[in-house]
């Protein structure tokens, strides 16, 4: 039973994604890896023939000696391809809905291991091993991508344009505003950054007011501190989330502009395109340092 559980879950879960379901697709890489096929068939439909396989197989396996052995092998293999796609998940992106294939995987693994000591034990120990040291990155991306995703102060968070400002910076202030008065200003969200105090209590006075169209924004970096103001711990966990997503990036200074498109923005003073040559690569407008970069300068 203990083998059943996870096989007949796994069954199941891989027969819905592969019909469509997007079960658990909370993260990046769900919607690429679901078009993902071998020969023309869904990794999905791999996924429930081989959950399908362990669950004839261990309800055999009390009459059948030889289905102890074809399930220790069928397991093994499973769980050797997993490390494969988990890798691939670690160089690339990380999938919710494939973590979750894999911990009912692991969950028959172990639950052979408990029923079944005697076979393979050596084996199917350095395969789980090796397969726990891949999940663990794997998890901690995903996780990371569910609960420190980057806050927009406005737009929406899968607007294919992002712009990361802050309210002090004289050079965020000029993108921002070429931004809003561009075609482009419906596809744009903006993520606020903290250098500071001054900024986190522009962040709060700001959000005190109503925000109703994006040219609001402009009022931020027109506005000063007001000293009375106290800033929530809810902002300053959505602020720090911004601050993480731009030291993935590796930026060093804002505005901090992600396009997956070329912006030709004309507008004076600044006049000229913004290019960017890859999907989602940075634009570079210098601007002000942050983030153990105060000493850079603040055009």
Same mark, same amino acid.
Request: proline share 7%.
């Given at each position: 039973?203990?083998?059943?559980?996870?096989?007949?879950?796994?069954?199941?879960?891989?027969?819905?994604?592969?019909?469509? @379901?997007?079960?658990?697709?909370?993260? !990046?890489?769900?919607?690429?890896? +679901?078009?993902?096929?071998?020969?023309?068939?869904?990794?999905? +439909?791999?996924?429930?023939?081989?959950?399908?396989?362990?669950?004839?197989?261990?309800?055999?396996?009390?009459?059948?000696?030889?289905?102890? =052995?074809?399930? $220790?092998?069928?397991?093994? %293999?499973?769980?050797?391809?997993?490390?494969?796609?988990?890798?691939?998940? %670690?160089?690339?992106?990380?999938?919710?809905?494939? #973590?979750?294939?894999?911990?009912?995987?692991?969950?028959?693994?172990?639950? $052979?291991?408990?029923?079944?000591?005697?076979?393979?034990?050596?084996?199917?120990?350095?395969?789980?091993? %090796?397969?726990?040291?891949?999940?663990?990155?794997?998890?901690?991306?995903?996780? =990371?991508?569910?609960?420190? !995703?980057?806050?927009? %102060?406005?737009?929406?968070?899968?607007?294919?344009?992002?712009?990361?400002?802050?309210?002090?910076?004289?050079?965020?202030?000029?993108?921002?505003? =070429?931004?809003?008065?561009?075609?482009?200003?419906?596809?744009?969200?903006?993520?606020?950054? @903290?250098?500071?105090?001054?900024?986190?209590?522009?962040?709060?006075?700001?959000?005190?007011? =109503? #925000?109703?169209?994006?040219?609001? #924004?402009?009022?931020?970096?027109?506005?000063?501190? &007001?000293?009375?103001?106290?800033?929530?711990?809810?902002?300053?966990?959505?602020?720090?989330?911004?601050?993480?997503?731009?030291?993935?990036?590796?930026?060093?200074?804002?505005?901090?502009?992600?396009?997956?498109?070329? /912006?030709?923005?004309?507008? +004076?003073? $600044?006049?000229?395109? /913004?290019?960017?040559?890859?999907?989602?690569?940075?634009? &570079?407008?210098?601007?002000?340092?942050?983030?153990?970069?105060?000493?850079?300068?603040?055009?």
């Amino acid at each position: 039973m203990m083998i059943v559980a996870p096989a007949l879950l796994g069954l199941v879960f891989c027969l819905l994604n592969a019909a469509g @379901a997007d079960l658990f697709c909370l993260t !990046s890489g769900c919607a690429l890896y +679901a078009g993902y096929s071998l020969f023309g068939v869904s990794f999905y +439909a791999y996924g429930a023939m081989g959950f399908g396989t362990i669950l004839v197989l261990a309800l055999c396996a009390r009459r059948m000696p030889l289905a102890v =052995k074809l399930l $220790f092998w069928v397991i093994f %293999i499973g769980l050797f391809l997993d490390v494969l796609f988990l890798g691939w998940q %670690i160089l690339y992106w990380p999938c919710l809905s494939c #973590l979750v294939v894999a911990v009912l995987l692991g969950w028959t693994a172990v639950a $052979f291991w408990l029923r079944y000591a005697h076979e393979g034990r050596r084996l199917l120990q350095g395969v789980f091993l %090796i397969w726990v040291f891949f999940l663990i990155p794997v998890g901690i991306a995903a996780g =990371k991508e569910l609960f420190l !995703s980057p806050w927009p %102060i406005y737009g929406a968070q899968d607007a294919p344009i992002h712009v990361f400002f802050s309210p002090t910076c004289p050079a965020c202030g000029t993108e921002v505003a =070429k931004l809003l008065q561009s075609p482009y200003a419906d596809r744009a969200a903006f993520f606020p950054v @903290a250098k500071d105090g001054r900024d986190l209590k522009l962040f709060a006075a700001f959000l005190q007011e =109503k #925000l109703d169209e994006p040219q609001d #924004l402009r009022r931020l970096f027109l506005e000063e501190p &007001d000293g009375e103001v106290s800033v929530p711990l809810v902002l300053r966990w959505r602020l720090a989330r911004n601050t993480m997503a731009l030291a993935g990036y590796g930026a060093q200074s804002i505005p901090f502009i992600l396009s997956p498109t070329v /912006l030709e923005i004309v507008q +004076a003073p $600044f006049d000229g395109a /913004l290019p960017t040559s890859n999907p989602w690569e940075p634009v &570079d407008v210098g601007g002000c340092g942050f983030f153990g970069a105060q000493d850079l300068p603040c055009d």
